[in-house]
């Protein structure tokens, strides 16, 4: 395994992607170091649309300029990162325990169980996740948990599948049948013996997950259904940027660049990840 | 055609399964079903008449088959916000929808497809720098890529509007004019979704291509003679087309996905924008309209795609 992170990081794509990630998790955690409060208005007639590199009266510097309560939006921009990567991360991590123990369980019960399960991923495949996701978010009031259950629940079925059918094919080699004529229990085959040699394909989904979590709770909170203002998030920094794209478009652009960016680094190193620990790619 | 009435057969259960979820949902939400459906501001004896209606004074099985025989006869309520039957207002809009949607489909697939070729025949530089732009492409989320050609395009050049589906003088136009004014209106909408939809399709037509390119029928139609050109049409996209066709079944709900926060941002009159104005104002009839409307036509689109599958695939049939 060591020997395999070893020439992952040797892989351009993966470098690059890891890094970028480990700066903006670095860059959220110590948000409080990085940057002023991301909430406080000062005076917001002399301080607010000021462009990037500005200094405002009081003497602040800007980097990303300010917005229309005269905040600092490259302050929001990285308490946006505590929330947009917090939310991306647990929601994946939701999708995970869900999707795991839907393709263990189908891969390795035979019968009713297994034909209820894949019949239950492949209808929650077909629906629109976005019109699911605003159902939700309708029915209950928006909040930053709500979106984490939400994203979560409904992005394990790519991961359930994948791992029923790692799980099948396992369930068939030497070392199950052996451990099952030793008398092993069914639940701790599957746990012990089976589960940790199909995890690869759950790491892969997990990185390109990520990406698309990270996305939707911007998307839901662009449209004001998911991370309430003033708590800031990307997808409400980018909608409050939204009315005032002619006379102030840094406030739009900052953290839309910013969610691109993180984006485009999970699913680096998502590729990264499928080339290297698919064997079926390796050839 | 047995596979197909499966297929359509499963789509139908699809269907039947989000009215049921939705069922449920309703069911185990906070707050009064009844209350929902009539707004905050109805008066008691409306609230206590709709909990009739509903049937919410009767035993949970009943409710639920009243549901369903309410959605199948399309009687879905009237629109809290505006008043109108939820039936009328989708039927007016998704035909808009299908068009935003099914053009996008068709460029992005054609668009991706040529990328993705050219990045699997080419390789070195080229297909690194295509790499770097359709990964972007990829990343980048519908509607801030959308805000931002709104600020280049209208607000900047002032070349394209950003709202809706025609102009307000669109009645007092010549055919031309207005056949103009529609595509200058379709413009950003469409090339947003289909930027961000070519990313998709081309990493993926890459990869299959790559998949294909090195088996051991493509070597031999090379040691036939057969020109470059048509073993890379012929031996090797032909083939590498066949998971392409299943994954444009696959991104159909994705698609509709992104439709939906596109159709917010330009206002464009579709399902999605419906949709989205409705869960802000809790508009739940039309909520739930709006839903089973998108699921119907992903099922639609799904059963397309498996037609152009089989097409392209006698294995299939």
Known sequence: MRGDAGRLLRDRRAALGAAVLGLAVLAAVLAPMLAGDPIAQGDVVATRFLPPLATDPLGAFHLLGTDRFGRDVWARLIYGARVSLGVGVLAVLLSVVVGVAVGAVAGYWRGWTRVALLGFTDFALALPRVVLLLLLASLWQPSALLVIVVLGLTGWMAIARLVYAEVRALAGRPFVESAVGLGVAGPRILVRHILPNALTPVIIAAALGLANAILLEAGLSFLGLGVQPPTPSWGNLIASGRDTLVNAPWVAAAPGVALVVVVVAATLLGDALRDRLDPRRNG | ?317
Do not use: C
């Open chain 2, 1 to 317: 055609m047995l596979p197909l009435l499966r297929r359509a057969l499963a789509g139908l259960g699809v269907v039947f399964g989000v009215v049921t979820l939705m069922f449920a949902l309703i069911r185990v939400a906070p707050g009064d079903p009844a209350l929902l459906l009539v707004g905050p501001s109805a008066p008691p004896a409306q609230v206590a008449a709709q909990r009739h209606a509903l049937g919410l004074d009767r035993p949970l099985p009943e409710q639920y088959a009243a549901w369903l025989g309410r959605f199948v006869r399309g009687d879905w309520g009237t629109s809290i916000a505006t008043g109108r039957p939820v039936r009328a207002m989708l039927a007016q809009a998704w035909p808009a929808t299908v068009r935003l949607v099914g053009i996008s489909l068709v460029l992005s697939y054609l668009l991706g497809i040529a990328v993705g070729v050219i990045q699997a025949v080419r390789g070195g530089r080229l297909d690194t720098v295509l790499s770097v732009a359709t990964v972007t492409l990829f990343a980048l989320p519908g509607y801030w890529l959308g805000l931002m050609l709104v600020m280049l395009f209208t607000y900047r050049l002032r070349w394209l509007p950003a709202f809706g589906a025609a102009g307000f003088d669109a009645d007092f136009l010549s055919p031309t004019a207005r056949a103009a004014d529609r595509l200058r209106h379709l413009a950003l909408p469409l090339a947003t979704l289909t930027l961000v939809g070519v990313g998709g399709t081309a990493r993926y037509v890459r990869g299959a291509m790559l998949d294909v390119i090195g088996a051991p029928y493509v070597t031999v139609a090379r040691a036939k003679g057969l020109g470059e050109t048509r073993v890379t049409l012929r031996h090797v996209l032909r083939n590498a087309l066949i998971p392409v066709l299943t994954l444009l079944g696959l991104s159909l709900p994705a698609l509709f996905s992104g439709a939906v926060f596109i159709e917010a941002i330009f206002a464009w009159p579709g399902v999605g924008r419906i949709l989205v104005e409705a869960v802000q104002a809790r508009d739940y009839p039309v909520v739930m309209g709006a839903t089973a409307v998108s699921a119907v036509l992903v099922v639609l689109g799904n059963l397309l795609a498996e037609l152009l599958a089989s097409w392209a695939d006698p294995r299939l049939r």
